[in-house]
């Protein structure tokens, strides 16, 4: 089982983002996918997580992720924020980032000790592609770099989750991400 | 007067038949017949009577009606119509009168009274 | 024949969905934190004509079952759904719905009652309602909420028993969790559910009745014992409903569920989404040698005594995780119904309380106090255990968490 938590801030389709990778594994890989949000007073900009389990076989746990395979982080201010990123974290543990700073890509992997980090400048992808700053779609390309999930699954669920025309520029902002996608 | 069940309430199916059903409910209404409680009963002067409607709003049991008298005011004039089967002879329709024409009167002395129905 | 598709829907959206294909022709929602997107989903539902019912906007939650009733009498099925304090409103009308016997279904997202206010999953709210005269399933995943809503409107509905079901979910950990489900179609639900007929009592202007009318003690007794026989017949009637439900969904549900109970030297009584994560611990643990096993009760009204004890059957020691207080009795009120099914032998059962107000209940949450019970299997003290309830997950600074400053 894949248990993968999902960090950002309010207003950055975190929680969507979580929903649609599950939507990605269920529907179009014959895994199971279970989101688990949290969810308190919604306001934009504040510290927002969602959870994400996947496995082969139905996923039993209705719990949070404590300790998380895959961590992703939609803004790379999280750490600053004083948000534990690497809580729980093991030696196998991967960080997916929002960023294009490599020098941040070494320092992270260094300071909590992730086995890879896979990032990317979500951000800028997203206002290239979407006009906007919400940089879930172009994050889950960058999941898919990590080889968890296919980009292809990727694209179907976002095109499936969103109005027509927004999910095939959100569709190829993850193509994008993914392409863009470097491991450190 | 309408909206009265009590006539739909005892009437028995064509063939008879009951069935059980669970739970609170009456489809025979014993005590139905409210009239029979009166001791006063309203007496309304109806040449007094400018049918403005105070009683009928206010009648907790709904049987004051103001209806149209061919006879008064050519034709023009209202009076007050009251179901004895169900003026439980309460009074409040001779409180809110504004123009003081409801007298309640003994109801064993009631058929003095002027009377329409 | 079976036609089913894999949907992504969390639990608010299964239960949306279920109400739906259960035909509902009236609905009186009064939205609430977290039953919320229930509420608001039918309206769009309703507006958009992908179900043809009245919307019927309301200022609470009294108001909201109250036209509910009103309408289901006239023979439609009638919905509505809340959480929590909303539950609390209603009630005297729970009261209402089940002594009238309108079989209503209703969706309860679990949350806990104030105070302190909280936003998030205990079981408290329906705890407090579980002698309304409500029959009561307890969920542990989305597909359950969706298939045990189907379930319950042809259980209900059954002439032998015309009695409202609560279908309750985990507030979050289901509400909003969204997971894959098998969503039939219209025609597949319409062959397991038949269309509402009134059977009992009803509004009809052609043939009155004047429903709920002062009972005298002469008869009260009378019509609260028709209730009770209603709730004996449904530990009958559930499961031939569920088998027939597996007859045409493939998907087996019971009264109780057994996860590896048969060797098991310690078994764990849970209800609600919590069962899905102590089933998973107990897998693992198993991987570790443990012999451990979950009951889940699904059914909780009426409590299936009969089954339990059969499944309990010569095992020494037994937990039981109760997600609400229990405050002032000797545990909470699932361990109440776990110990009183099990009065003749020397099965000792162990109360945890856990998950109050959000809490999660996670696999370390578990996987103590299984370790616990293991330990408790082989101890031969006279009086091994202090009496009480264990609160096995509240901080240990519990007493003191909240200091204010003095203002000499």
């Known amino acids: ?184 | 007067m309408p909206g009265q069940p009590e006539k739909h309430m005892n009437k028995p199916g064509k063939n008879n038949k009951t069935r059980t059903v669970y739970g609170p409910v009456a489809t025979v209404f014993a005590s139905v017949n409210t009239g029979s409680w009166r001791i006063l009963r309203p007496g309304p002067d109806h040449s007094r009577c400018a049918g403005c409607g105070q009683c009928e709003t206010f009648c907790p049991t709904g049987v004051i009606e103001i209806i149209d008298d061919p006879a008064k005011e050519g034709g023009r004039g209202k009076v007050v119509e009251i179901d004895w089967a169900y003026c439980k002879g309460c009074g409040i329709c001779a409180d809110v009168c504004p123009k003081k024409c409801i007298r309640m009167v003994e109801e064993k002395k009631g058929n003095e009274n002027e009377e329409r129905n | 024949m079976k036609k089913e598709i894999r949907r992504m829907l969390d639990g608010n959206g299964a239960a949306t969905e279920a109400l739906k294909l259960a035909r509902v022709q009236v609905i009186s929602a009064y939205p609430i934190t977290p039953q919320s997107p229930i509420a608001e989903k039918l309206s769009e539902l309703v507006v958009s004509h992908k179900l043809e019912a009245r919307y019927i906007r309301v200022e609470s939650e009294h108001t909201a079952l109250s036209c509910a009733i009103g309408a289901q009498l006239t023979g439609v099925r009638a919905a509505t759904a809340t959480s929590s304090v909303g539950l609390a409103l209603m009630h005297e009308i729970l009261g209402v719905a089940s002594g009238c016997r309108v079989p209503i279904v209703m969706p309860v997202v679990n949350r806990a009652l104030v105070s302190p206010w909280s936003l998030w999953c205990d079981h408290q709210d329906a705890m407090a309602e579980r002698d309304s005269g409500w029959l009561q399933f307890y969920t542990e995943n989305v597909q359950e909420v969706m298939d045990f809503i189907l379930i319950a409107y042809n259980i209900a509905e059954h002439t032998e028993i015309l009695t409202p079901a609560m279908v309750c979910l985990d507030g979050f950990f289901l509400s909003h969790s969204t997971q894959p489900v098998m969503t039939p179609d219209q025609e597949t639900v319409d062959a397991f559910l038949p269309p509402y007929r009134s059977k009992n009592l009803f509004l009809d202007p052609k043939d009155p009745m004047f429903i709920n009318n002062l009972t005298s003690p002469d008869e009260f007794s009378e019509m609260r014992f028709q209730q009770k026989v209603a709730f004996e017949r449904a530990l009958d009637i559930i499961p031939e409903v569920q088998n027939h439900f597996a007859g045409i969904f493939g998907r087996q549900y019971g009264l109780l569920e057994a996860h590896e109970c048969e060797d098991a030297e310690v078994v764990l009584v849970t209800m609600g989404s919590m069962a899905g994560t102590a089933k998973y611990t107990a897998n693992m643990m198993r991987k570790a040698g443990h012999k451990v096993g979950v009951i889940k009760i699904s059914v909780f009204r009426p409590f299936p005594v009969a089954q339990l004890a059969g499944l309990l059957k010569g095992k020494k020691v037994v937990g039981v995780i109760d997600r609400s207080a229990g405050l002032g009795a000797q545990g909470g009120p699932l361990w109440l119904e776990v110990k009183a099914a099990l009065p003749d032998n020397d099965t000792r059962v162990f109360d945890y309380v856990a998950g109050l107000g959000g809490r999660d209940i996670t696999e370390k949450t578990i996987e103590t106090i299984f370790t616990g019970l293991l330990q408790k299997v082989n101890k031969k003290d006279a009086n091994p255990d202090a009496p009480g309830v264990c609160w096995i997950d509240t901080h240990p600074d519990a007493m003191s968490v909240r200091e204010v400053i003095v203002n000499d």
Request: aromatic content about 8%.
């Open chain 1, 1 to 184: 089982m894949y248990r993968i938590k999902l960090h950002g801030l309010g207003g950055q389709g975190v929680v969507t983002a979580a929903k649609i990778l599950s939507h990605a594994v269920s529907i179009h890989e014959n895994k199971f996918g279970k989101t688990v949000p949290a969810f308190g007073h919604e306001r934009r900009g504040a510290p927002v997580f969602a959870d994400v389990m996947i496995d082969d076989q139905p996923v039993l746990v209705n719990s949070f992720v404590y300790e998380p395979d895959v961590v992703m982080l939609f803004a790379s201010s999280a750490p600053d924020r004083g948000i534990p990123i690497a809580k729980g974290i093991h030696s196998e543990s991967i960080l997916v980032i929002n960023t294009g700073n490599e020098q941040l890509v070494q320092q992270l992997k260094e300071t909590y000790r992730f086995k890879e980090v896979y990032y990317v400048d979500a951000t800028g992808i997203a206002l290239a592609e979407i006009g906007r700053d919400i940089p879930n779609g172009a994050m889950l390309g960058a999941l898919a770099g990590t080889g968890i999930v296919a980009i292809d699954s990727i694209t179907r669920a976002l095109v499936e989750n969103f109005k027509p025309g927004e999910g095939d520029r959100n569709a190829r902002a993850a193509r994008k991400a993914y392409e863009q996608t470097r491991k450190k």
